[in-house]
């Protein structure tokens, strides 16, 4: 007997209707006054472009003023943790003279927003930014201009502050509401937003440059927020993908016959695709599986993990020409020692919390999906051609999402439940497991780097050749004065799906070109610190560098000797910003571990506009940085992942935090660069010249732990 | 084969009538409408799925819906007090530890548990109790401000 005298009798065999996210909830999230904006939003939204795009959006399609007081911003940029919601909602109110708390931001929702391009390469902080700067300030000089025609007084003698215009003379004030419920507010924000107005300098913010918090942050401690996964639809079924046994494997018979004979249950196979869906995700999993037995397929020969560097390498496309300057040929020629090494980097999975999720809902030819996707217009597209309906009819909504770090790009999970939608005529949830997402999501691509270095007699570095296969070209090229050099990127046959990642192939890229920067210096007899700085010219890198080793103390940690602990560090830019990191790691020789004990990083990305936030970014790129430096990698065999789960793929956790000392260097003579990838790709290298430091042991392969052990 | 299950669920009773080899994830989230604990592997690996059984911390992902007949579920959902935050929630949103916030259901909840049973943890203590929950946006540093914040204050409203 249960005795809980609170307790409320409640008795539910299914899932009770969600309320329907009608017109009504829209008008009540945005504000009195929204169908028109509902209205221009979707038809403003097809491919115009309001965050670098160039071409320029009205003001409506930005910026409403709420009757409340209140002001809706639209954007198509996704919040996914890394802080764009509270950055915007300052950027506006900052162009607004408001108080951060009276914007009210709605994101990526192809249904509403302008398009501002996809939410990566960390392109928030320098396009969507100043786009929605521009909109702001363009509203504010439309509403003063109002209020300046209503009083019949020249706009440059009206004052605006904390929402209301003000006539200094007379002292009448007007609020923005006002204005919004008496002038005609809307006609004047069918203007374009201007894209050379004045914007607020960095000495006169007020909200820009302050630590606001996540606006919706409440709801996430108080688990009110609805994630993409967490959205239900009224009659909603959970619905499952058949997955081929590996990877290239092609369907040639199955028998659905299992499943369609369970009550509840719906299946569908078109060709390739199969999937079932229930009332429950265990039904349409036991569904799946049932009838996944009886398939039959047919299976092609993969690249193992074991083999794949040398894959990488054999199939290395060499032919573009490198970026050069000088002669390599005659710097090799002339120096007195020259050094050659291949770096390695394994596969790596995004792994955000959040896997990949969607539902989808078909009315009356109408598709709208929720899910958690970097780039909702990019998905609208896909899908419109995917289902070859007008791209008006597609509607996608991201909620703020469970992670994403570069791998949400693709939206599978979206056309995996339209699909089922479609066929089975009810809205369907697909949720990947954890398994389909280190399976089937696309992969930080693996790299093989090969390195040769010139020095002269006198231990500079006179020659640079560098070729770095598979990872992309980020932060490839080096940042140290070097005569001659020969820098390339060359693609190359890839046996997994890849794609983007945390400041994709700079993680790679920098990881090689520091390691090796540290070979030469001990090459050279210098010391790791002296010598880069010996060929530095870059006076941001200069300064980061020079904080991050005034802070941790490295001239006299340098001449500390504890056996099987080292210090190291690294540095490089990319993304229009600058990081340095040092990092001591402790052996334990017995069990082949690395432990990062302490981790000093400065970072510099212009002025700061959310101190709190970009703290949350650095540290959260260093602690991330760690997993692929020290044990994530993707093995897989066949085709098949071996180990897509948590306990075989090792990511971070708190026993690998460690100490993090981390400077955030304010600039205010550039422009603010995004912040949410580069403080990842100092941390490895840094590793791994510690690992030296410690060891005498040179590892030229990430993950670091596994190449430790079979060098110790 | 179907069985009536009851749980109170942040106080309220509710009842199902469901397979109960169902995981008390998947019920909560599909049949209770009670979204806070969050999949993150399904397989007892990562803790967004944390909730507290009869006041113990739980992985719902792995514990069968028959095991949790009659027992009381609190999910973050019922942690605050009206519009009085708990204090640990208010730990994480006063030191900023979330970013996406997928793991903070799970994290606050570990976090409960932890201090119920330890209300003056050491740093090693909260490091080694919360290690099962992972944070991908790799948030820990403030996580682990959040939760010595939250010992703080509880201890200061015990002691008043
Ligand atoms: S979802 Fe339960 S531990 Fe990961
Ligand atoms: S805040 Fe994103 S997973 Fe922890």
Same mark, same amino acid.
């Given at each position: 007997?249960?005795?809980?005298?609170?307790?409320?009798?409640?008795?539910?065999?299914?899932?009770?209707?969600?309320?329907?996210?009608?017109? =009504?909830?829209?008008?009540?999230?945005?504000?009195?006054?929204?169908?028109?904006?509902?209205?221009?939003?979707?038809?403003?939204?097809?491919?115009?472009?309001?965050?670098?795009? #160039?071409?320029?959006?009205?003001?409506?399609?930005?910026?409403?003023?709420?009757?409340?007081?209140?002001?809706?911003?639209?954007?198509?940029?996704?919040?996914?943790?890394?802080?764009?919601?509270?950055?915007?909602?300052?950027?506006?109110?900052?162009?607004?003279?408001?108080?951060?708390?009276?914007?009210?931001?709605?994101?990526?929702? !192809?249904?509403?927003?302008?398009?501002?391009?996809?939410?990566?390469?960390? =392109?928030?902080?320098?396009?969507?930014?100043?786009?929605?700067?521009?909109?702001?300030?363009?509203?504010?000089?439309?509403?003063?201009?109002?209020?300046?025609?209503?009083?019949?007084?020249?706009?440059?003698?009206?004052?605006?502050?904390?929402?209301?215009?003000?006539?200094?003379?007379?002292?009448?004030?007007?609020?923005?509401?006002?204005?919004?419920?008496?002038? /005609?507010?809307?006609?004047?924000?069918?203007?374009?937003?201007?894209?050379?107005?004045?914007?607020?300098?960095?000495?006169?913010?007020?909200?820009?440059?302050?630590?606001?918090?996540?606006?919706?942050?409440?709801?996430?401690?108080? #688990?009110?927020?609805?994630?993409?996964?967490?959205?239900?639809? &009224?009659?909603?079924?959970?619905?499952?993908?058949?997955?081929?046994?590996?990877?290239?494997?092609?369907?040639?018979?199955?028998?659905?016959?299992?499943?369609?004979?369970?009550?509840?249950?719906?299946?569908?196979?078109?060709?390739?695709?199969?999937?079932?869906?229930?009332?429950?995700?265990?039904?349409?999993?036991?569904?799946?599986?049932?009838?996944?037995?009886?398939?039959?397929?047919?299976?092609?020969?993969?690249?193992?993990?074991?083999?794949?560097?040398?894959?990488?390498?054999?199939?290395?496309?060499?032919?573009?020409?490198?970026?050069?300057? *000088?002669?390599?040929?005659?710097?090799?020629?002339?120096?007195?020692?020259?050094?050659?090494?291949?770096?390695?980097?394994?596969?790596?999975?995004?792994?955000?919390?959040?896997?990949?999720?969607?539902?989808?809902?078909?009315?009356?030819?109408?598709?709208?999906?929720?899910?958690?996707?970097?780039?909702?217009?990019?998905?609208?597209?896909?899908?419109?051609?995917?289902?070859?309906?007008?791209?008006?009819?597609?509607?996608?909504?991201?909620?703020?999402?469970?992670?994403?770090?570069?791998?949400?790009?693709?939206?599978?999970?979206?056309?995996?439940?339209?699909?089922?939608?479609?066929?089975?005529?009810?809205?369907?949830?697909?949720?990947?497991?954890?398994?389909?997402?280190?399976?089937?999501?696309?992969?930080?691509?693996?790299?093989?780097?090969?390195?040769?270095?010139?020095?002269?007699?006198?231990?500079?570095?006179?020659?640079?050749?560098?070729?770095?296969?598979? &990872?992309?070209?980020?932060?490839?090229? !080096?940042?140290?004065?070097?005569? /001659?050099?020969?820098?390339?990127?060359?693609?190359?046959?890839?046996?997994?799906?890849?794609?983007?990642?945390?400041?994709?192939?700079?993680?790679?890229?920098?990881?090689?070109?520091?390691?090796?920067?540290?070979?030469?210096?001990?090459?050279?007899?210098?010391?790791?610190?002296?010598?880069?700085?010996?060929?530095?010219? /870059?006076? =941001?890198?200069?300064?980061?560098?020079?904080?991050?080793?005034?802070?941790?103390?490295?001239?006299?940690?340098?001449?500390?000797?504890?056996?099987?602990?080292?210090?190291?560090?690294?540095?490089?830019?990319?993304?229009?910003?600058?990081?340095?990191?040092?990092?001591?790691?402790?052996?334990?020789?017995?069990?082949?571990?690395?432990?990062?004990?302490?981790?000093?990083?400065?970072?510099?990305?212009?002025?700061?506009?959310?101190?709190?936030?970009?703290?949350?970014?650095?540290?959260?790129?260093?602690?991330?940085?760690?997993?692929?430096?020290?044990?994530?990698?993707?093995?897989?065999?066949?085709?098949?992942?071996?180990?897509?789960?948590?306990?075989?793929?090792?990511?971070? =956790?708190?026993?690998?935090?460690?100490?993090?000392?981390?400077?955030?260097?304010?600039?205010?003579?550039?422009?603010?660069?995004?912040?949410?990838?580069?403080?990842?790709?100092?941390?490895?290298?840094?590793?791994?010249?510690?690992?030296?430091?410690?060891?005498?042991?040179?590892?030229?392969?990430?993950?670091?732990?596994?190449?430790?052990?079979?060098?110790? | 084969?179907?069985?009536?299950?009851?749980?109170?669920?942040?106080?309220?009773?509710?009842?199902?009538?469901?397979? &109960?080899?169902?995981?008390?994830?998947?019920?909560?989230?599909?049949?209770?409408?009670?979204?806070?604990?969050?999949?993150?592997?399904?397989?007892?690996?990562?803790?967004?799925?944390?909730?507290?059984?009869?006041?113990?911390?739980?992985?719902?992902?792995?514990?069968?819906?028959?095991?949790?007949?009659?027992?009381?579920?609190?999910?973050?959902? *019922?942690?605050?007090?009206?519009?009085?935050?708990?204090?640990?929630?208010?730990?994480?949103?006063?030191?900023?530890?979330?970013?996406?916030?997928?793991?903070?259901?799970?994290?606050?909840?570990?976090?409960?548990?932890?201090?119920?049973?330890?209300?003056?943890?050491?740093?090693?203590?909260?490091?080694?109790?919360?290690?099962?929950?992972?944070?991908?946006?790799?948030?820990?540093?403030?996580?682990?401000?959040?939760?010595?914040?939250?010992?703080?204050?509880?201890?200061?409203?015990?002691?008043?």
């Amino acid at each position: 007997m249960i005795e809980d005298t609170l307790a409320e009798e409640m008795v539910e065999t299914a899932r009770p209707d969600t309320v329907k996210l009608s017109r =009504r909830t829209f008008v009540q999230l945005l504000g009195s006054g929204l169908l028109i904006t509902v209205t221009e939003g979707v038809s403003l939204g097809q491919g115009r472009r309001g965050g670098g795009g #160039g071409r320029s959006i009205p003001v409506a399609a930005r910026i409403h003023i709420n009757k409340d007081g209140t002001i809706s911003v639209m954007t198509g940029k996704v919040e996914e943790g890394q802080g764009p919601r509270a950055q915007l909602s300052q950027a506006a109110a900052e162009e607004l003279r408001v108080h951060v708390d009276l914007i009210r931001l709605i994101m990526s929702d !192809t249904g509403l927003v302008p398009d501002d391009g996809i939410t990566a390469g960390s =392109r928030t902080t320098p396009s969507t930014v100043p786009a929605v700067r521009q909109g702001a300030a363009t509203a504010r000089e439309l509403l003063t201009d109002l209020a300046a025609r209503q009083w019949k007084v020249d706009p440059g003698t009206l004052i605006v502050r904390e929402g209301s215009i003000r006539n200094e003379a007379t002292g009448k004030t007007i609020t923005y509401a006002d204005l919004a419920n008496s002038a /005609n507010v809307d006609d004047a924000f069918k203007q374009s937003v201007s894209s050379d107005i004045a914007l607020t300098p960095v000495d006169e913010w007020k909200t820009m440059g302050t630590s606001v918090a996540r606006p919706n942050s409440r709801d996430v401690v108080t #688990g009110s927020h609805k994630y993409p996964s967490d959205i239900v639809r &009224p009659n909603m079924l959970y619905g499952k993908i058949l997955r081929p046994p590996s990877y290239g494997a092609k369907l040639e018979s199955i028998d659905l016959s299992k499943a369609k004979a369970v009550k509840g249950v719906v299946v569908v196979r078109d060709d390739q695709f199969v999937g079932c869906a229930a009332p429950s995700s265990l039904a349409a999993n036991r569904a799946l599986e049932a009838i996944a037995k009886t398939a039959s397929w047919k299976t092609v020969s993969q690249v193992s993990s074991r083999q794949v560097h040398s894959h990488l390498k054999k199939n290395a496309r060499r032919g573009g020409r490198p970026g050069s300057r *000088g002669s390599v040929k005659k710097g090799f020629a002339d120096a007195s020692k020259v050094l050659n090494e291949t770096y390695e980097v394994a596969y790596v999975q995004h792994t955000p919390m959040e896997p990949r999720a969607a539902i989808a809902e078909w009315e009356d030819g109408k598709l709208t999906v929720w899910t958690g996707v970097d780039g909702p217009q990019r998905v609208q597209g896909d899908l419109a051609r995917t289902f070859q309906v007008p791209s008006e009819r597609v509607r996608v909504i991201v909620p703020d999402m469970g992670g994403g770090f570069g791998g949400k790009h693709t939206g599978e999970a979206a056309e995996e439940a339209a699909r089922l939608a479609k066929a089975f005529g009810r809205p369907v949830a697909v949720h990947w497991t954890r398994a389909e997402e280190f399976t089937w999501a696309y992969a930080r691509p693996a790299a093989v780097i090969e390195c040769k270095g010139g020095l002269d007699d006198k231990g500079s570095l006179i020659a640079w050749d560098f070729t770095s296969i598979n &990872p992309g070209g980020s932060a490839i090229d !080096t940042p140290y004065r070097i005569a /001659n050099t020969a820098i390339l990127s060359a693609s190359s046959d890839s046996p997994l799906r890849q794609g983007s990642y945390r400041c994709l192939g700079a993680t790679a890229n920098n990881f090689a070109r520091e390691s090796f920067m540290d070979e030469l210096a001990a090459a050279a007899g210098a010391d790791p610190l002296a010598f880069r700085l010996a060929h530095l010219d /870059n006076p =941001r890198i200069r300064a980061v560098l020079e904080a991050a080793a005034k802070h941790f103390d490295w001239p006299r940690r340098r001449r500390q000797a504890t056996a099987d602990v080292g210090i190291g560090l690294a540095c490089g830019t990319e993304k229009n910003s600058v990081v340095a990191a040092c990092a001591q790691v402790r052996i334990d020789r017995r069990r082949g571990r690395i432990k990062v004990e302490h981790v000093c990083e400065a970072f510099e990305c212009g002025p700061i506009q959310n101190p709190a936030n970009l703290l949350s970014q650095v540290q959260g790129c260093i602690t991330m940085g760690l997993g692929p430096a020290l044990r994530e990698q993707l093995q897989f065999e066949d085709g098949k992942i071996l180990n897509a789960s948590f306990a075989g793929y090792l990511v971070p =956790r708190f026993k690998d935090v460690p100490k993090l000392d981390i400077q955030l260097m304010n600039k205010t003579d550039t422009p603010s660069a995004g912040a949410g990838e580069t403080p990842i790709i100092a941390i490895a290298p840094a590793v791994a010249n510690a690992v030296f430091a410690a060891t005498g042991i040179r590892v030229r392969s990430m993950p670091m732990e596994d190449a430790l052990r079979k060098q110790l | 084969m179907d069985a009536t299950i009851t749980l109170i669920v942040n106080g309220q009773k509710r009842t199902v009538v469901t397979d &109960p080899e169902r995981p008390l994830l998947d019920v909560l989230r599909e049949d209770l409408d009670v979204m806070g604990p969050k999949y993150g592997c399904g397989e007892g690996l990562c803790g967004a799925c944390t909730v507290l059984m009869d006041g113990k911390r739980t992985l719902s992902c792995i514990t069968p819906l028959g095991d949790a007949d009659k027992k009381k579920i609190t999910t973050i959902e *019922g942690l605050a007090d009206g519009d009085r935050l708990h204090p640990v929630q208010q730990a994480f949103l006063d030191e900023g530890a979330i970013q996406c916030g997928y793991c903070t259901p799970g994290m606050i909840l570990s976090a409960v548990a932890l201090l119920k049973e330890n209300p003056r943890p050491t740093d090693e203590q909260i490091t080694e109790w919360m290690n099962g929950n992972i944070c991908r946006c790799n948030g820990y540093a403030k996580i682990l401000n959040a939760v010595r914040r939250a010992a703080s204050q509880i201890k200061e409203v015990t002691r008043s």
